[in-house]
């Protein structure tokens, strides 16, 4: 009874395993960090003229080697470069920082560390611009959103384009509704 | 064994399979942030990426887990997660315990709501009768597998279960959900969200439960339905996990057929009533984040016409995080706890002494996570100092050793120590068995299970080693353990007083469970996620050579399957129905004596159906092809074995 019960959910599962089409969800989130690259600005002070825009991940990289490839591309005219800082002091002069997953417990230790640095951060842990962070994902049914804090954006001296503003899920912080 | 290794051979083939799946398209790179926002992807738990650090077998289960286990109860939920065994023992008894020693009370589990303890220092077992909660409005549920007791204290011996509820900004709408079982019996709750003013965001919620009873062998009713009902409130501050007050307070009926031997069987009904009020603060204190937690807690056992319990509960815990250094991360609490138990026996059946207990802990706990290589190898180190009145402080120390050859690869090692203290009813109360004809001379005696307010705790030495992977579309996990016990709780022939045999409880029994745990989460395609759960375990406890002690420890163990699994199938269809078909199966349960439970599968399916943006129904058949089986028979209060075939549930949700 149980063999064949396993056997004909076996044969069920393998009518239902085409190829994959859809990217996967890092894959995408990979894309939209260096979107967010090329719609934020910086203040000069922070990205002086030439300089390459640091796209870090602090914590366990989850994008496999997804990023790799966003270094063939330029951002704003520039260089994009992956590095991945070993503490939040050391993300300091990153442009756009990822807090993976791995960092969620010490999530406010590390808002703390990054105050006032000109370093737009991005997470997909839950609650991330309720905590101060400045643009959190969401993956709503199977597509990924994101809300931003406008607090933290004005706090940390950033701005991003309106496009991006208008495509947010939510908009959070001072000047939000 | 073997058999079950080569039936399950397909599985690990397909699954292997799917994970070998190639990436998708670099064009993505091209795309507008209009069309990527629009592309569906597919979507990996982010569960297994938060646990990829952690150097413990632990299992979350999402909202949407429990959603989709069409579950009603919390046990059912626990299903999906390898080593926990989930076996039924009526409408609303269940047996439930991680790696093994299962028991309708499984003593050496730690289970808490929001940080509030609910086993019950009565039996040190959860009393899952009546731990009906709104499951709409539970965010997760963390299953630890192994001791966690140097981080979360007594009880967390063999596993812990952290069940963590919304925050109150998370719930800001209006819910009404109504359902209708096969028998026409019905269930409503409702939630309502508000904002408090600037600063805060709360909800209340009302439900009652009204489930059907099970039957015995021949399909005659063992009139064991559950009603009952809850309310309750969660207050949030508007600031993320910055204060929360919690209260609930509940009413539980729940009748239960009682089986002694001689003079026969004893409806009994179980009442049980209670309340609870919490708190929570949280801020940054010393460079690191504080949290204060406290609750009062009360609940009234009425057992008629048995017993009668009450148990008033204070606690204060405190705790601290703060990182040291680059490498070193510091958590340090210390917590405060005082019971008041008030028992009272209504029959000769059961009897305590004293009929009042106060207990007072203490307890402290340290530990250090350093990241010997960053990003490569963690060490963490704890400790735990516990003591109980004028008891012998405890100490439970334990290692984990994290490896992350790679981003995507953990794998651990992990030993620790961990004590069980012995329950006010082994201490204190005597209960009778039944009754027994002496074969020479031929009278009749009471068999009575004899009070010992000397029992010590029982230890556990603990080893694991696991793997996890995480994959593109999902992640793999296997995990090996060993838990060896000594000083467990065993009985064996006492003092024959005449008309009374007693069977007295002592500290002489040793176990050794072992087993192996793999679990698997794939999203095989856009349309479908699939996740399976399996254990292959063994259960010895050495050999005394005194029969009655070893008859004893023989039934204990025959508790326990040697191997059972769940395998669910999760579908989404198009217009965002949802079909879900689980099947669960169970190795037998070696019971001595006549009856026994056989090794069973059952099929279970799940449907929902939105029907727009505020409405939607859901199907939940439980036992699909109506294999009449049983379960589990209670060990505590024995009861006849309990029978269910196919249910079905028709539920419809309105969220405004």
């Avoid at chain 2, 904002?195 to 009652?208: D, H, Q």
């Avoid at chain 2, 031929?442 to 556990?460: M, S």
Wanted: include cysteine; hydrophobic fraction near 40%; charged fraction near 25%.
């Amino acid at each position: 009874m149980f063999a064949r019960l396993l056997a004909s959910f076996l044969l069920l599962l393998s009518c239902v395993v085409p190829a994959l089409a859809a990217p996967t969800e890092y894959q995408l989130k990979a894309v939209f960090l260096l979107n967010f690259a090329r719609y934020a600005t910086w203040p000069e002070a922070a990205l002086p003229p030439g300089a390459p825009i640091d796209i870090c991940v602090l914590g366990r990289d989850p994008f496999g080697t997804h990023l790799a490839g966003l270094e063939s591309r330029l951002a704003q005219g520039r260089a994009v470069r992956i590095r991945y800082p070993e503490s939040a002091e050391r993300a300091r002069d990153c442009q756009v920082l990822f807090l993976a997953a791995s960092e969620q417990r010490r999530l406010n230790a590390t808002l703390r560390d990054l105050d006032g640095a000109p370093v737009l951060t991005v997470s997909d842990i839950d609650g991330f611009v309720e905590a101060g962070g400045a643009i959190g994902f969401v993956t709503e049914d199977d597509r990924v959103r994101f809300d931003i804090n406008r607090g933290t954006l004005e706090h940390d001296g950033l701005k991003l384009s309106a496009q991006l503003l208008k495509l947010a899920r939510r908009l959070v912080g001072e000047d939000g509704p | 064994m073997a058999r079950l290794i080569g039936r399950l051979r397909p599985l690990g083939w397909v699954l292997a399979m799917v994970a070998a799946r190639p990436a998708g398209a670099a064009e993505l790179l091209d795309l507008s942030l209009e069309q990527l926002s629009s592309l569906e992807v597919v979507s990996v738990s982010r569960k297994a990426q938060r646990l990829a650090d952690t150097p413990a077998a632990v299992t979350v289960l999402t909202a949407e887990d429990i959603r989709r286990s069409g579950a009603r109860s919390i046990p059912e939920v626990l299903r999906l997660v390898p080593g926990v065994q989930v076996a039924r023992i009526g409408a609303g008894r269940w047996a439930v315990s991680v790696r093994g020693l299962n028991s309708r009370f499984a003593s050496r589990l730690l289970v808490q709501i929001d940080g509030r303890s609910v086993y019950s220092p009565l039996f040190s077992g959860v009393i899952w009768e009546f731990q009906n909660l709104m499951l709409e409005d539970v965010a997760r549920i963390e299953v630890v597998r192994g001791p966690g007791a140097s981080l979360w204290g007594a009880n967390a011996v063999n596993g812990v279960i952290n069940i963590v509820t919304r925050r109150a900004s998370e719930t800001p709408e209006a819910l009404v959900r109504l359902s209708v079982d096969q028998s026409g019996r019905p269930e409503a709750a409702v939630r309502q969200g508000f904002r408090w003013g600037e600063s805060a965001s709360g909800r209340v919620f009302a439900l009652s439960v009204n489930r059907a009873p099970f039957e015995d062998a021949r399909g005659h009713s063992l009139g064991d339905e559950q009603t009952g009902w809850r309310a309750g409130f969660r207050l949030d501050s508007a600031q993320r996990n910055q204060w929360r007050v919690s209260g609930e307070a509940f009413r539980q009926r729940s009748p239960e057929t009682v089986d002694l031997p001689a003079p026969g069987a004893l409806d009994a009904t179980f009442d049980y009533e209670g309340a609870f009020l919490s708190g929570e603060r949280r801020g940054h204190w010393l460079g690191g984040e504080a949290t204060l937690r406290g609750y009062v807690d009360y609940v009234k056992m009425i057992f008629d016409p048995i017993a009668s319990a009450t148990v008033s509960t204070g606690d204060l815990d405190f705790q601290h995080r703060v990182n040291a250094g680059k490498r070193h991360e510091w958590i340090w609490g210390a917590g405060v706890r005082y019971q008041h138990v008030d028992t009272d026996s209504r029959s000769n059946i059961i009897s305590f002494a004293p009929d009042v207990t106060q207990l007072k802990t203490f307890s402290a706990f340290v530990q250090d996570e350093i990241a010997l290589v960053p990003r490569r190898w963690r060490l963490s180190l704890g400790a735990r100092f516990e003591a109980r009145n004028a008891s012998v402080p405890e100490w439970q120390p334990s290692a984990r050793l994290l490896w992350t050859p790679t981003d995507r690869d953990s794998v651990w090692v992990h030993g620790s120590r961990a004590v069980r203290t012995p329950s006010i009813g082994e201490r204190y109360a005597n209960l009778v068995y039944g009754t027994r004809t002496l074969p020479f001379p031929p009278v009749v005696v009471t068999i009575v299970g004899q009070r010992n307010p000397d029992l010590k705790a029982e230890h556990l030495r603990a080893v694991e080693l696991g793997y996890r992977r995480q994959w593109d579309i999902g992640s793999t996990e296997a995990v090996v353990f060993r838990h060896r016990y000594d000083n467990l709780i065993g009985s064996d022939l006492g003092p024959l007083a005449f008309p009374n045999q007693y069977i007295v409880r002592d500290n002489g029994s040793a176990a050794v469970v072992e087993g192996l745990e793999l679990s698997a989460d794939a999203r095989v395609s856009d349309r479908m996620r699939l996740l399976a759960a399996l254990t292959l375990m063994r259960t010895d406890y050495d050999r005394t050579g005194r029969p009655v002690h070893d008859e004893a420890d023989a039934q204990r163990a025959s508790r326990n399957a040697d191997h059972w699994f769940t395998l669910q199938a999760r579908f989404d269809l198009p217009a965002r129905r949802e079909m879900d078909v689980t099947v669960r199966h169970s190795g037998a349960l070696k019971a001595p004596g006549a009856e026994r439970v056989g090794s069973y599968t059952v099929v279970d399916l799940r449907y929902s159906h939105p029907w727009n943006r505020y409405f939607e129904w859901e199907l939940t058949v439980d036992d699909l092809f109506d294999d009449h089986h049983t379960e589990f028979n209670s060990d505590q209060f024995p009861s006849p074995y309990a029978y269910q075939g196919r249910r079905c549930v028709l539920t419809g949700r309105w969220r405004f």
